[in-house]
């Protein structure tokens, strides 16, 4: 063992006790309801709500499963609740990408014997050498011959890695480009992948078109360039990971059937040389886990077609305002009903910071006033995973709907 080894295997002994515990609580069991109408008509809730719909969790993770030609990795950051973990590995999904020690820990804990995969391209030392020497995880990501190094020198050179280089791809077509902050291309991706097949096991290729992708041929692009890049290299891969952005849908931003994404793969796979002797994989996160998260605000005031309610952007509302999504939504009233008549609202948060603001527009009855409720579906990823406390804000609040979302994706 020469110095340079010797001294990252004290490291790791030294190290291995500090690893830190998932910051995550057991949570304990929430209220079920067949409604946000018999929600509200029960509890008359003065904060907001997040709701959980299980068996949405899993027909979205099912049909992955049955549909995508190869392994489906669920993509942890999108929804990391031990709820969404457990349903999506009873409904047969094995593989997790992980971005953090936490995340690691958390599916270590949660899913006994899942293969996580850390397919963050930058990573800490302390991460990689406590991912790789305690959680056993052999699989990462990078983008960087300094990654490279990184990783090899905190596994001690290990000759059981699967790495996987990250290239950057065209997202043109995604509501969330992801170009910019990772991925290599050209001649550096060519010298790259030259030097990982020198010390990988496994030599994989990855690539992510960007959030909530709606048009499946970036797939196509994306695995065209790799067949390019992977001939220039002259090196043989083992695996090809086609990432994330598979959509959900939401009002005015409706994408093709998921199926079509699923072919669109499928063809290109082969008419690019991958489809046999290769391991493909997926991250899906958004379109399994967005369509069973809803959230129940409540209407604190009206100013004209302006709705100020109590949850924002600082809480489970982020991406309404930034990028701006929009949600199907619905109104809730304890005491008669609505007018038939339909307008468009903005709403404000309940911070007094001023870009609190979602612009949407939400259609709402037009004489929904303070004191009533709105169910805001769609909501399922990213949104308890980014809340905040800012202002002493704070949605904690969780309850299990039984009925099926405002939109989906799967018929439902």
């Given at each position: 063992m020469n110095k340079q080894n010797t001294k990252t295997a004290r490291l790791v002994r030294s190290q291995l006790s500090l690893i830190p515990n998932p910051a995550h609580k057991k949570s304990s069991s929430s209220p079920k309801f067949?409604?946000?109408?018999?929600?509200?008509?029960?509890?008359?809730?003065?904060?907001?709500?997040?709701?959980?719909?299980?068996?949405?969790?899993?027909?979205?993770?099912?049909?992955?499963?049955s549909a995508f030609p190869g392994k489906v990795m669920y993509a942890v950051k999108t929804n990391p609740e031990a709820t969404a973990l457990k349903t999506i590995y009873k409904a047969g999904i094995r593989d997790f990408d992980v971005a953090s020690l936490s995340e690691i820990a958390l599916v270590a804990k949660e899913c006994k014997g899942a293969t996580m995969h850390y397919m963050h391209p930058v990573k800490s030392r302390e991460s990689i050498l406590f991912a790789y020497h305690k959680y056993g995880v052999r699989s990462f990501s990078l983008d960087s011959q300094a990654e490279l190094a990184k990783i090899l020198e905190m596994t001690n050179n290990a000759k059981d890695l699967t790495l996987y280089v990250r290239l950057a791809v065209n997202s043109e077509s995604?509501?969330?480009?992801?170009?910019?902050?990772?991925?290599?291309?050209?001649?550096?991706?060519?010298?790259?992948?030259?030097?990982?097949?020198?010390?990988?096991?496994?030599?994989?290729?990855?690539?992510?078109?960007?959030?909530?992708c709606m048009n499946p041929q970036d797939y196509r692009q994306a695995i065209a360039l790799t067949r390019t890049l992977v001939d220039a290299a002259g090196v043989s891969v083992d695996n090809i990971d086609v990432g994330g952005g598979f959509p959900s849908a939401y009002p005015g931003m409706a994408p093709v059937a998921l199926q079509h994404y699923m072919d669109v793969i499928r063809s290109s796979l082969a008419e690019y040389g991958f489809d046999k002797n290769h391991a493909v994989l997926c991250e899906p996160g958004r379109a399994i886990v967005a369509e069973n998260g809803s959230l129940i605000v409540k209407v604190e005031l009206r100013k004209g077609n302006a709705l100020y309610i109590n949850d924002g952007v600082y809480g489970g509302?982020?991406?309404?305002?930034?990028?701006?999504?929009?949600?199907?939504?619905?109104?809730?009233?304890?005491?008669?009903?609505?007018?038939?008549?339909?307008?468009?609202?903005?709403?404000?948060?309940?911070?007094?910071?001023?870009?609190?603001?979602?612009?949407?527009?939400?259609?709402?009855?037009?004489?929904?006033?303070?004191?009533?409720?709105?169910?805001?579906?769609?909501?399922?990823?990213?949104?308890?995973?980014?809340?905040?406390?800012?202002?002493?804000?704070?949605?904690?609040?969780?309850?299990?709907?039984?009925?099926?979302?405002?939109?989906?994706?799967?018929?439902?």
């Open positions: 067949a409604s946000a109408s018999d929600l509200v008509l029960s509890m008359k809730p003065h904060q907001p709500v997040h709701c959980t719909r299980k068996h949405v969790i899993d027909v979205a993770a099912r049909w992955f499963v995604a509501a969330l480009s992801l170009k910019g902050k990772f991925g290599i291309a050209g001649k550096e991706a060519v010298d790259l992948l030259k030097e990982v097949r020198k010390v990988a096991r496994n030599v994989g290729i990855c690539f992510h078109v960007g959030s909530q509302l982020f991406d309404a305002g930034y990028p701006e999504f929009i949600y199907p939504t619905r109104a809730v009233r304890l005491e008669g009903g609505f007018s038939s008549q339909m307008e468009e609202f903005s709403f404000f948060g309940p911070t007094c910071d001023s870009i609190d603001t979602m612009k949407g527009p939400f259609m709402l009855p037009s004489d929904i006033a303070e004191g009533d409720w709105i169910e805001i579906g769609g909501l399922g990823a990213y949104s308890k995973s980014m809340r905040t406390n800012f202002n002493g804000f704070h949605a904690s609040k969780q309850a299990d709907l039984l009925d099926n979302p405002m939109l989906s994706m799967y018929g439902l």
